[in-house]
């Protein structure tokens, strides 16, 4: 969606101004240009040579450099992008836009732009709560300016209330939404998405699990939100930070995410990443804990867990237009996620091989195969954040197809 995008990222003064290295960051992994300039402010937290390193562009500080001004550099940062974008936006800089002041590299380019602006405001809940403050965001509204945020929490000198810098992904949405006219390709789809593991109760104290940390599910519906989807994130127990934009359901064993499920239906795509355990007790321990005794190990009586990817595969009616299963393997990987496939049902299986010497489990790294009726598609070792964009990508085009 921003292949080939030039953004101008005027980074004002505030602690929140380490996030603006990162939504460079995340711009240009989808194929952005970034090009940034930085606030005398804005150097007391972060450096000219951070963003430089970055972007692997000059770092634009001084209005009155012989070198670029020689090339009328303020106005030629100011006609070069696409769309000019301000994180952190401060009051300072706001009432500057508001008012066409321009004593400032910023400030100048802001006044000489002919491209569209969007500003991220970040500052102290009681100066965004001035009546200046809240005038110059009128005055900016009316001229045009796109804004995303504030966010409302605790704030880095301690108070509470509105004046948060948006966080990246809705910065990044908000930038999309720009270049695709408010239009994202999984707008208006509904996609319900397991994660994490099932803790099977044994007794009061014990369980029966798989191992999983639930990153990778997380970081697909994550992806799947920034693409416009509805998402419905059942997750197992996990300690893990719900994603932007994403709807959280939390469950502890397979019997209850299969309900909660089924209660999220219906939907247009259905992601099964959870490591559902495959038993559980038949009858419970009436609440008492499993004691050892002197008659040895006592009898585990297991019965199956419901299988919830291919219930969902099989449905009559009502079932997902794609559904796509996950399968951690440790040998025969494309071998065994093929038969699961056929097994189940499924559209789609994401295979990955899940032995101890590949550090995937747990990890924040992931190699996957996409098996389908197309064939296999190998990708290549990625971060997880990456795995779940590339998947988003993959989903939409089905979906959208």
């Avoid at 996030?19 to 960051?25: E, N, V």
């Avoid at 634009?60 to 994180?87: N, W």
Wanted: aromatic share 2%; charged share 25%.
């Amino acid at each position: 969606m921003l292949d080939g995008k030039r953004i101008l990222l005027i980074i004002g003064g505030g602690v929140a101004a380490y996030k603006s290295l990162d939504l460079a960051r995340r711009l240009m992994e989808r194929g952005a240009s970034v090009r940034g300039v930085l606030t005398p402010a804005g150097q007391q937290f972060i450096t000219p040579m951070s963003v430089a390193s970055l972007t692997g562009d000059e770092c634009y500080t001084e209005l009155f450099s012989l070198k670029d001004e020689a090339e009328m550099g303020h106005i030629r940062l100011s006609r070069e992008a696409d769309l000019v974008v301000i994180a952190p936006a401060t009051a300072d800089l706001m009432a500057k836009m508001a008012n066409g002041l321009a004593n400032d590299l910023a400030s100048t380019i802001l006044l000489a732009t002919d491209k569209q602006v969007l500003i991220a405001p970040a500052m102290n809940a009681e100066m965004w709560a001035h009546k200046a403050t809240q005038r110059n965001i009128e005055t900016l509204k009316r001229d045009g300016i796109l804004m995303v945020g504030p966010g409302d929490g605790m704030l880095a000198c301690g108070e509470v209330g509105p004046g948060r810098l948006a966080e990246v992904p809705d910065m990044v949405a908000a930038i999309e939404d720009y270049f695709s006219g408010g239009i994202r390709p999984l707008t208006g789809k509904h996609i319900v998405v397991t994660a994490g593991p099932t803790h099977e109760p044994i007794d009061p104290v014990r369980y029966i699990a798989n191992r999983s940390s639930g990153k990778q599910g997380f970081e697909i519906a994550g992806a799947l939100a920034e693409l416009g989807a509805k998402v419905s994130l059942v997750a197992g127990p996990v300690s893990l930070n719900t994603p932007a934009g994403v709807s959280r359901i939390d469950v502890e064993t397979a019997v209850e995410m299969e309900s909660a499920v089924q209660n999220a239906l219906p939907a247009d795509a259905a992601i099964c990443v959870a490591a559902v355990a495959d038993w559980r007790m038949k009858t419970g321990s009436n609440g008492e804990k499993l004691k050892k005794s002197k008659d040895g190990i006592p009898a585990l009586d297991l019965t199956e867990n419901p299988d919830i990817l291919k219930g969902l595969s099989g449905m009559k009616s009502g079932r997902p237009a794609l559904v796509v299963g996950f399968a951690a393997e440790t040998e025969k990987v494309i071998e065994h996620a093929t038969a699961k496939r056929e097994r189940k049902g499924c559209d789609m299986i994401v295979a990955n091989d899940v032995s101890a010497a590949t550090g995937i489990m747990g990890g924040d790294s992931n190699q996957v195969h996409i098996i389908s009726d197309k064939g296999v598609e190998s990708w290549p070792t990625m971060g997880k954040d990456d795995v779940a964009k590339a998947l988003a990508k993959t989903i939409a085009a089905v979906l959208t197809d």
